[in-house]
């Protein structure tokens, strides 16, 4: 059966409401972090967080690539799912063949093994690499059998929204962070499969994550999205924060016209999640069409995801082993994380909804869902 489902930009709150989940954007947020409102530092995309536990943090890269191949390489300081271990690095890798051969790879390294400058990102996992200077970027990973060096060159300007600090609770002190290093960038290199190498070229993207408290204890669930189409490049999100938080929703919107940020103001943002169903596997419900329509009263973006297929549909209980499944269950912990491939369309019109421009192209967006179905 199919549900419809809107939801609009975040409501503004009147003196004396409770904070209860935002993006940290005043000035004084700005100063505490060391941060300039208008341009991204090179240290931003170092270490942010010592592995201690309570934290996380992961570099993250996937690419579309020119021969149909999807690529995602992700270098982890643990398990996203298990913030309170120590450090305990991990790599995840996703390829997507042309021939229709799917690899999804998970594997957990030694702690000694881990490695991370706090000037740029300079990440070593056991001799794999994650490095580069907001500009370029060098990425090795060789794990169970399969090799990926790749560069990737910007071709969008680093990017975060506001702060990129989401913060949480009545002291604004429980914080989740998403840097969009690379919107978009040109890809080059290779990966190795079964023995046989495949020159590569492609569009890609890079973003780096951090937090100083579990996910699933801040944030109910997550629509994530970016992609290309003609001459615009777009990173979109829908997050909604846990039940404790009143299931506010943030959002966050970026989108590029030939390289130049046009457009970046999430408060302008209305978001639609339509024909929603149940996934059968993870159970969780999932949008068919989900539209963000951005309007500054002189432009209106309308950017439309339809999902095609899913790329992935897993539990994080098929990933757990040992006691910590055993904990999972006692407390129906029953998170899942879904990524699909599908059609990106984005639309200019005019205020009065006359359509200046179409453009469409294939994309992959991900929806990551920590609580019960609502």
């Given at each position: 059966m199919s549900v419809e489902k809107t939801s609009s930009r975040t409501a503004d709150r009147g003196p004396g409401t409770p904070h209860r989940a935002s993006i940290a954007h005043d000035d004084a947020d700005f100063r505490r972090l060391g941060l300039a409102r208008e341009q991204v530092a090179?240290?931003?995309?170092?270490?942010?967080?010592?592995?201690?536990?309570?934290?996380?943090?992961w570099w993250y890269f996937d690419a579309h690539l020119d021969n149909g191949a999807k690529l995602v390489v992700i270098l982890m300081t643990k398990d996203l799912s298990a913030p309170k271990k120590p450090l305990s690095p991990q790599i995840r890798l996703n390829l997507?063949?042309?021939?229709?051969?799917?690899?999804?790879?998970?594997?957990?390294?030694p702690a000694a093994s881990f490695?991370?400058?706090?000037?740029?990102?300079?990440?070593?996992?056991?001799?794999?690499?994650?490095?580069?200077?907001?500009?370029?970027?060098?990425?090795?990973?060789?794990?169970?059998?399969?090799?990926?060096?790749v560069t990737l060159d910007a071709q969008v300007r680093?990017?975060?929204?506001?702060?990129?600090?989401?913060?949480?609770?009545?002291?604004?002190?429980?914080?989740?962070?998403?840097?969009?290093?690379?919107?978009?960038?040109?890809?080059?290199?290779?990966?190795?499969?079964?023995?046989?190498?495949?020159?590569?070229?492609g569009i890609g993207y890079h973003d780096h994550n951090w937090g100083n408290v579990g996910m699933m204890s801040i944030i109910?669930?997550?629509?994530?999205?970016?992609?290309?189409?003609?001459?615009?490049?777009?990173?979109?999100?829908?997050?909604?924060?846990?039940?404790?938080?009143?299931?506010?929703?943030?959002?966050?919107?970026?989108l590029?016209?030939?390289?130049?940020?046009?457009?970046?103001?999430?408060?302008?943002?209305?978001?639609?999640?339509?024909?929603?169903?149940?996934?059968?596997?993870?159970?969780?419900p999932v949008a068919t069409v989900t539209t963000y329509i951005y309007d500054d009263g002189t432009d209106r973006y309308i950017v439309t995801f339809t999902k095609h297929r899913d790329l992935l549909a897993n539990t994080f209980l098929e990933q757990m082993s040992g006691w910590r499944k055993t904990a999972a269950r006692l407390i129906r912990f029953d998170g899942a994380y879904l990524r699909f491939v599908g059609e990106l369309r984005i639309e200019r019109q005019s205020p009065d909804g006359h359509?200046?421009?179409?453009?469409t192209d294939e994309a992959i967006w991900e929806l990551m869902y920590f609580g019960h179905a609502r």
């Open positions: 090179t240290w931003e995309d170092g270490a942010r967080t010592d592995g201690r536990r309570g934290t996380y943090e997507d063949l042309p021939d229709g051969r799917s690899y999804a790879i998970v594997k957990d390294f490695s991370a400058s706090t000037k740029g990102a300079d990440v070593v996992i056991d001799g794999n690499t994650f490095a580069g200077d907001l500009s370029h970027y060098e990425i090795h990973a060789e794990v169970d059998g399969i090799k990926v060096d680093p990017w975060r929204p506001q702060t990129g600090y989401l913060v949480f609770g009545a002291e604004r002190d429980l914080e989740f962070s998403w840097l969009p290093s690379v919107p978009q960038g040109s890809v080059r290199g290779s990966y190795e499969v079964e023995g046989t190498r495949t020159e590569i070229t109910h669930d997550w629509y994530w999205a970016r992609g290309q189409a003609g001459p615009y490049s777009v990173i979109a999100s829908y997050i909604t924060a846990h039940e404790k938080y009143g299931y506010e929703p943030i959002p966050i919107f970026m590029a016209k030939d390289g130049q940020i046009v457009a970046d103001d999430a408060s302008l943002v209305n978001f639609e999640a339509t024909d929603i169903r149940t996934d059968p596997k993870t159970g969780k359509v200046l421009e179409t453009h």
